[in-house]
């Protein structure tokens, strides 16, 4: 039996990536029994809110990974792509929280 513990690394606080390429925020954990992992967005006015999916912009993987993927410029939505997240790993012995990462997409049109 052993707590959660993050096993990613997570060197910085902020993240930029482009709308053509997509990003993904990388959770991984040990534990046991093995911990769930889970996704916030902090609110403006600094609560915790878990992140669900939104089609084509926003998902988390079977990994735990959030994945963003490429997607158009008028798809970009302020809510999604320029946030802070940190993900949460938790099992029946305890609970382990990231650092805050703030991710900004930059919108380049596509071709």
């Not at 053509?20 to 992992?37: F, H, I, K, N």
């Amino acid at each position: 039996m052993l707590g959660p513990q993050l096993v990613s690394d997570f060197p910085t606080t902020s993240v930029k990536f482009s709308n053509a390429t997509g990003y993904v925020l990388d959770c991984a954990s040990r534990g046991q029994p093995p911990p769930r992992v889970r996704w916030y967005q902090l609110t403006s006015s600094g609560f915790e809110q878990e992140v669900s999916s939104v089609e084509r912009l926003r998902s988390v993987a079977a990994n735990g990974s959030l994945l963003f993927p490429p997607f158009q410029a008028v798809q970009f939505r302020p809510d999604v792509h320029n946030i802070a997240y940190r993900c949460r790993v938790s099992n029946v012995f305890g609970s382990v929280a990231s650092p805050v990462v703030h991710v900004t997409a930059s919108k380049y049109n596509r071709p």
